[in-house]
């Protein structure tokens, strides 16, 4: 008879002030309400991070949460999610990223909490049993890639690491990490918060292994779902380019694309091929959404590096607008962002707002140290610099919108308010596509980032049938169908309700939520992998409830901060007309329809709604709370005033 421990691991317990290390298990209800990695750390989180707690302090807590079906076979299972109090915009949230966290499953971990400061820079060694508290003076001042490829040759390939860079040293709030040199990690800060307690690095190697109740029934199941995503009909498609097909199109197509295309598209398919060295995925994903490409810019011109999501740094036209006149230009600013820890889509986004600043003379060459901003390379490259090491003009940027608006006066802060939420430019613009992910990025509780919303909506022109069978494999209630699936089309607020909760649940377990994965997992078979892992029965039913449960426990704590309805909006900029491409665009629903911010406030209240929250406040109602056995979390935030 194997125990939770063997199965899930048990909390690991870092304090770098005392240098104190415990451990301690996982019990029983614990798991079944919140199953383990985003649903336990968020628990956890409430518990440890004191409200009102400054970000960069030592009070401030860093939960590292693994994969509940990490260390298996199970496809898409190695996720990492880190919860703290981010510096950016004060939330407290669960990143994640798509690997090391089968490396701590292997350890014997399921969560490592890091408390306290250290005195001097360190790396906390996790090797099963063998926890150390390692000095890393040699370390400190090296970027990421170098302090990966330092702690391998010392240790070996085997492990993993999650390292930061020298804006998480210098605190910046664009700063994040990346776990193994593959996948991003905590953009708001988390590097920042790291560098505050002076943990530059986790090296974790698991030799431990998973103990499985229902080997047979376990492999039975991952062997079936390992089929259906081999089979999938657009896999060759999407290897190497995630949701890059969305920018480039299926690499089927590529041949039919005209000789004028490929010569007036500095930044199309071919120019990618031509950077392109091959595929790269996370531990037990067999349909890569990354790509290793040779950067053709600069001083690292010839060097492989990693590129996770390939299309990145064109989102919204972005890289162009800012006067990066290439591919392989935007590549060279991509991997300075990523080696050093820098937030591409934060950063590019400030450079274009300083730019502009700079065109309306709001600001001037006194205020830049006499270098003047130009939509150029060279402004972009010299900024970045500045942000790496906390210098100049550049060091300004370092802090995030909300901070440099301060900084500079009314109108940055001006258009800062009329272009982010909760301190960050949304990723995705609706009036190109609006779906349910618009509608995530505008109420997710820790920043705009719209991926659980994602949904059969992100593709344009789905019929209703699609969006009734998604819900159905979701096991969401046939009343509550109606109420999406209306005979004026998809309610995308009220569908995003049920996108976030499976995005949880598959968060919980560990299932990366690219769309292959969504596609192929459902609540069915993450229930049977979870009961044949542990040998803990839980009806799928109860398995969406558990996301539910996790999803709203994240909202109670930004409750408790002070974030409620009015942190939830859709900026002001998305309701003036956009010019792309030579069209002009403005904001309709995913039907068609012109949308108004009085739609848009309608469209909230329907989401709160569906939610079974306080529409006024944006917050979930003590009923809804005590229904999802969160009593304890409700009489709290009653006693704060918060409810």
Known sequence: MITLNQSLGQILHVDLSTRQIATEPIDVDTTLNFIGGFGINN?????????????????????????????????????????????????????SGGSCGDALKLAGYGQVVVTGAAEKPVFLKIFDDDVQICDAHDLWGKDIWQTVDELHQRYGTECSVIAIGLTGEKLSAIS??????????????????????????????????????????????VNSMHKSLMNLPYRADWLGLGIGIGFWGRRSE???????????????????????RGFLACPTCPVSCKS???????????????????????????????????????????????????????????????????????????DTDGFELKRDYETVKKLLEQVVHREGFGGLLADGFPAFAKSIGKRAQEMVADSTVKGHEPILDPRE???????????????????????????????????????????????????????????????????????????????????PFVQCYNPNIASQLFTTLTGLEIRPEDFMLAGERSWNMLKAINVREGFDR????????????????????????????????????????????????????????????VGLSLGSIADDLKRLGKL
Request: with cysteine; hydrophobic share 35%.
């Open 566 to 625: 009015k942190d939830d909006k859709f900026p002001k900029r998305f309701f003036e007309p956009l010019l792309i491409k030579g069209k002009v665009l403005t904001l309709k629903d995913y039907q068609g329809k012109q949308l108004f911010e009085s739609d848009v406030d309608t469209l909230l209240d329907d989401y709160y709604d569906e939610r079974g929250w306080d529409f006024k406040r944006g917050i979930p109602t003590r009923d809804k709370l």
């Open 254 to 276: 590529w041949g039919q694309k005209s000789a004028a295309d490929v010569v007036v598209n500095p930044y199309g398919s071919t120019e990618f091929e031509k950077a392109w």
């Open 292 to 366: 290793v490409i040779e950067v053709r810019e600069g001083k690292h011109a010839g060097d492989l590096v990693s590129a996770i999501d390939v299309t990145l740094p064109m989102e919204r036209e972005r890289v162009q607008r800012i006067g990066l006149t290439s591919l392989h230009q935007a590549y060279e600013i991509l991997d300075l962002c990523n080696r050093n820890g820098v937030d591409v889509l934060d950063f590019t986004g400030l450079v274009d707002m300083a730019i502009n600043l700079y065109e309306e003379k709001v600001i001037t060459k006194g």
């Open 176 to 221: 994040l990490t990346f776990a193994n040199k593959t996948g991003h990690l905590g953009r708001g800060g988390l590097p920042a918060v790291m560098g505050s307690k002076n943990l530059k690095a986790l090296l974790i190697r698991g030799r431990k292994g998973v103990q499985i109740a229902d080997r047979k029934g376990f492999m039975k199941i």
């Open 433 to 515: 596509h609006f779906h349910t992910w618009n509608i995530t990025e505008a109420v997710n509780p820790r920043s705009p980032w719209g991926q659980p919303g994602n949904s059969p909506a992100f593709q344009p022109g789905r019929s209703p049938k699609v969006f009734t069978n998604y819900l159905r494999r979701l096991l969401v209630s046939e009343d509550a169908i109606e109420r999406i699936c209306t005979p004026l089309g998809i309610n995308m607020a009220r569908l995003a309700r049920y996108a976030e909760d499976f995005y949880s649940l598959c968060s919980c377990i560990g299932i990366c939520v690219r769309v």
């Open 43 to 95: 628990k956890l989180g409430y518990e440890l991070i004191k409200p009102g707690v400054a970000p960069l302090s030592p009070e401030n807590v860093i939960i590292f949460g693994g994969s509940t079906l990490g260390g298996t076979l199970a496809p898409g299972s190695s996720k990492i999610m880190a919860t703290t109090k981010f510096p950016a915009n004060g939330t407290i949230g669960t990143a």
